[in-house]
């Protein structure tokens, strides 16, 4: 069953009959993804990196210019994590694979 709120999004609840009552929906915090850049030269501040899944689920977070980052409000599954951004070469793909929500200490290295 999908519930539309005013801002034009769609909620989905799981497991409901039709006629079977008033649902209420509770927003959850979501799980999230933190960790650290290796190997870049230089990280402007608010550098953007992403996470996706198989699902079509994306989510979006920012490098810190120490190279840590966090994604946040990602549901629970496992995700590619990937950055653009500057390295000895010109700019690089950092990326990381099969990483589950939830974990914390994640390196992105850059995709050789």
Sequence with gaps: MA?????????????????????????????EITGRVEGATRIRHGAHLGASDSRGVQARGEVQVDGTFRIRGLPPGTYAVEAWLEAEQGTARFAATNV???????????DR
């Design 3 to 31: 519930q539309r709120r005013g801002n034009g999004r769609v909620r989905l609840i799981e497991n409901v009959r039709p006629g079977s009552g008033t649902h209420r929906l509770v927003p959850k915090p979501g799980l």
């Design 100 to 110: 589950a929500s939830g974990s914390d200490d994640v390196v992105l290295r850059p």
